[in-house]
Every structure is written in structure tokens, then in C-alpha cells.
């Protein structure tokens, strides 16, 4: 029945509750005064506590201040004992907690009753109290899960290699769940075999050495099906056994779960070993499935870009031809052009002036938008294009049309198309890179940061293969007559700045 502390200094009342109370089946402690009350409740925690008001010392409403106002003891309820002439302190002695009081003298029967009904509101309110906690957890562990996702989403908007995603993917995962152990699975290059793209808590050496047939153990099943595996314990057939052993990576409890977008497999998001091992509850699950869809898409994303960005690198590189099978250049004038300026940017990238500008967006748009540069050319009339000698005054103007024209097309394309990064990139590099960091540049004679600095880069690395190349009418120089060029040319022709982080990287120059 449970445990009651019984506080009097009264010996005789003492003695006949506690026959009273264990004939009921309780046990029972005692205590003379107030002080030694408070302190065996402190050490016993009884379940109720029988308190007398009138004591010497610590009286029955100090004892039940002290007892109410202490984390370790407040849930405890407590009946109060008075004589009639007490009812001021009862008052008190109410307002400081206690749950019940009886006036003496009292029937035995009514303090039993008044017993059982405080211990039965005290159960009650722990119960209620254990569900709160519980809501409390939940609502906690599910605000924590909703938080990862949402980060998760926001994170995935910033990245835009697939490396990144897997990160984030890994990351969300274990912050969710706290899995200690979480795989991702991708395709190989021949599509026949899932190979382990990124994991942790496992051994590099096993993760890099991974290759399961798409259609084999639990990774596979689940690839090859597009259905989620959540299982609390492994088959210990031998057929099972082998099978989990070639997946060295896996372990019980785990989800193994598709990362897919409509009916496309992408590949399989795998989670196990929870520190206290226990399983995955269905909210983990329905987490670890969401978070999965969430990188799917932007695997799915990062994919289309990549195969889009590889379309137009090869249109833009073909068209860049265009110009050049048109011109007297060597073959590989665009390629060298296009590497000058792509390890230009990745040195501004390093400066600090230049650091949020020049992104790896940037240098990506850089490096497709360059073989541009001369398209216009393509509107040049032979005679004057492909003179072996210096062009006149009227053939010179003529020339420098082809900026003019290379900008009009792509702009009349911009229209068409609406606003895109990589469009405005080239549309910089054509119309800008014939300009001068002094203004004496064309078409429009712009000077300092009024040319886009894509085309003060390009300027640069296209003037530098122009003086180290071969033409119809001059000799090549010689890698260190284009240093000197370059650098006296700095502030006139060209932008300081990309002529300083020219002279520090003059030796990859000449290797390329």
C-alpha cells in the first residue's frame, strides 16, 4: 500500500496510527518534531505524510513550507492534524501545500479515507505529470526533426555539388535520429553496381572498397524495388548471413531507404546503429524518408544541371569554333584562353577584395562564356579577317565590329530567354574584353571597374596567347617577353589587380 511518514510529539498518537496504518497494509516511519520529519522525508520519500500542526521546534505548517518548496519532495501530499483552536495555522499550513487536514479528535475511518483520497489524486497527478513529460519529449523530438528538415531544405538551396548534398543528406540524418553509422549508395559509371558515395562511422578503407550488384542484398533489393526496408533484427540463414557480409556497412536496427524522384532510383540512403540500440520509431522513419526525398530532388537537380552545363559547354565551345576556323588562329587558341582565365578567377577567388564576387558560380560561368569571345567574327568579310598583313584604318574599324556583333546576337537571344547568369556572363566577356583599364579600349571606351571584370580577365588571357601564338604577320614571344608586355600594360590596358595574381601564378601560365 505503500510508505507513510507519520509527524507528531504525541508518542501515543504515534503508536496507535501506526498499528492502525499497517493493519491497512501500509508501512510506516516516524518522526517526533518537525525537523526530524523533513528530514525522513527527504531520505525516505514516503508516500504520504501525516503531519501534526502544534509541535515544539519546527512546528507542522514550517515543516510542510520547507518540505513544499523542495523539488525533491513537493509531489509528496501531506494530511494535517489540528485541534480546533488551530484553525488560523491550518489556514497557513494550507497555503503552504498541504493537500488534506482533520481536526482532532478524529474517527479512524474518516483518516483512512482522507488517506486513500489524497494518495489517489497524488497517483493521478504523477500519471498526468509522466504524460506531460512524455507530450513534452515528443513535441521536443518532433520540433527537432521538423527543425532538421527545415535546415536541410534551406541548406540544399546553397549547394550545388553533389558532394555538398550528400553532406547535408549524412548530416540531417544524424542529427534527426542520431544514427551513428549512415551510408549513401550511388550507382556506379557502368549502372551494374552501387558503390558506397559517402558514409560515416565506417571505415574508410571498407567504404571505398563497397560494390554490390543493383540487384543483390538488402542495398540492392531496395534499389532495383524503389521500396523502403526498416528491419529490427538480421535473418541468421546462412543465405542472409553471406548476403549481409558483403554488406559490411549495414547493421540491425536499419532503414534502408531509395532516394528517388518519380520513378527514377537515384540511389539508397542507409541508417543503423542508434547509440542506445534500440529501433527506429515510425517518426525516425517517416523523417528518414522525407529527408531522403528532399535530397533526392536536389541530387535529380544537380544532375540535370550538370548534364545541361556539360550540353552547353560543348554548344558554347562549338560555336566558339565558329570564329576561329573563320580565323588564322592556332587550333587550340580557346582551350588556352579558356584555362588562362578560369586560373586567373581562381586566383582573385583568393583575394579578399574579390572573394564574394568572383564565386565558384562565377568561375564556372567564366570558364563556359569564354570561348565566346571572338564569336563575332563569324560577321568579318574574308579580305579583312584572314589579311596577312597590318589592316588599314577603315579594315581596323571594320574589325573591331565583331564585338558589336557578337553582343547583338546574344543579346537578341537574351531577350528570347529572359534573364540568365550564364547568357549575361558571355554578353560581358564579348562586349568587354577589347576595352581598356584607361578607357581607350573599345567599343564603348569604359574604363576602371566599369568593364565587368569577367572581361578584364579575359582581356588578359586572351592578349597573352595573342603575343605567345603564332600568326600569319608576327613571330610568336616568348613567355617572358609577354610578362613584360603584361606588366607594363598594368593600370593602361589592363586591371592591376589581374595583373598582380597574373605574376603569381606566370609559371602555370606557361606550363598551360
Do not use: W
Not at 583599364?437 to 576602371?448: A, D, M, S
Amino acid at each position: 500500500m505503500g510508505t507513510i511518514l507519520v509527524v507528531d510529539d504525541d508518542r501515543r498518537l504515534q503508536d496507535i496510527l501506526a498499528i492502525n496504518l499497517r493493519a491497512e497494509g501500509y508501512e510506516v516511519l516516524a518522526a517526533s518534531n518537525g525537523h526530524e520529519g523533513v528530514e525522513k522525508a527527504r531520505q525516505n520519500r514516503p508516500d504520504a505524510i501525516i503531519m501534526d500542526v502544534a509541535m515544539p521546534g519546527l512546528n507542522g505548517v514550517e515543516a510542510t513550507a520547507q518540505l513544499k518548496t523542495d523539488p525533491a519532495t513537493n509531489g509528496i501530499p501531506i494530511i494535517m492534524l489540528t485541534a480546533r483552536s488551530q484553525v488560523e495555522e491550518l489556514i497557513v499550513g494550507l497555503d503552504c501545500g498541504a493537500e488534506e487536514y482533520i481536526a482532532k479528535p478524529f474517527e479512524m475511518a474518516e483518516l483512512m479515507a482522507r488517506l486513500r483520497s489524497i494518495r489517489r489524486l497524488s497517483r493521478a497527478r504523477r500519471e498526468l505529470s509522466a504524460v506531460n513529460d512524455e507530450l513534452a519529449r515528443e513535441v521536443s523530438s518532433k520540433t527537432h526533426r521538423l527543425g532538421a528538415l527545415y535546415r536541410l531544405a534551406r541548406r540544399l538551396n546553397e549547394v550545388d555539388s553533389t558532394d555538398d548534398i550528400l553532406n547535408l543528406t549524412i548530416d540531417a540524418v544524424h542529427d534527426a535520429t542520431s544514427a551513428e553509422r549512415i551510408s549513401v549508395m550511388l550507382p556506379d559509371d557502368t549502372g551494374a553496381y552501387l558503390r558506397c558515395a559517402k558514409a560515416i562511422g565506417l571505415d574508410p578503407s571498407i567504404a571505398d572498397n563497397v560494390r554490390i550488384p543493383c540487384d543483390d542484398g538488402i542495398a540492392g533489393r531496395v534499389f532495383m524495388t524503389g521500396k523502403t526496408i526498416v528491419a529490427n533484427a538480421y535473418n541468421e540463414s546462412a543465405s542472409e548471413s553471406t548476403r549481409y557480409a558483403n554488406e559490411a556497412f549495414l547493421s540491425a536496427p536499419l532503414i534502408s531507404t531509395t532516394l528517388m524522384t518519380g520513378d527514377e532510383v537515384l540511389g539508397v540512403l542507409n541508417v543503423t546503429e542508434k547509440p542506445d540500440g534500440s529501433t527506429f520509431a515510425p517518426e525516425e522513419t517517416d523523417c528518414i524518408r522525407s529527408i531522403a526525398d528532399m535530397a533526392a530532388v536536389a541530387l535529380h537537380n544537380q544532375i540535370r544541371r550538370t548534364r545541361l552545363e556539360d550540353s552547353v559547354k560543348v554548344l558554347l565551345t562549338t560555336v566558339g569554333r565558329l570564329a576561329e576556323f573563320r580565323d588564322d588562329e592556332t587550333a587550340n587558341h580557346l582551350e588556352r584562353v579558356q584555362r588562362y582565365a578560369e586560373l586567373l578567377a581562381s586566383k582573385l577567388q583568393n583575394v579578399p577584395k574579390y572573394r564574394d564576387i568572383v564565386t565558384d558560380e562565377f568561375i564556372r560561368y567564366l570558364t563556359l562564356g569564354t570561348p565566346l569571345h571572338d564569336i563575332g567574327k563569324v560577321g568579318i568579310p574574308d579580305e579583312i579577317l584572314f589579311k596577312p598583313g597590318k589592316l588599314t584604318l577603315e579594315e581596323y574599324e571594320t574589325m573591331k565590329k565583331h564585338v558589336e556583333i557578337g553582343r547583338c546576337t546574344l543579346e537578341t537571344a537574351a531577350r528570347d530567354t529572359g534573364p540568365m547568369p550564364l547568357l549575361q556572363m558571355c554578353i560581358d566577356i564579348i562586349s568587354g574584353h577589347h576595352e581598356k583599364y584607361n578607357g581607350t579600349g573599345y567599343p564603348k571606351g569604359l574604363y576602371g571597374d566599369q568593364i565587368p571584370l569577367a572581361a578584364r580577365i579575359v582581356a588578359l588571357a586572351d592578349v597573352y596567347d595573342a603575343v605567345t601564338s603564332r600568326r600569319p604577320y608576327k613571330k610568336p614571344f616568348t613567355h617572358e617577353r609577354a610578362i613584360r608586355i603584361i606588366s607594363g600594360d598594368s593600370g593602361t590596358h589592363f586591371d592591376p589587380d589581374v595583373v598582380e595574381v597574373f605574376l603569381a601564378c606566370t609559371d602555370e601560365f606557361e606550363r598551360i
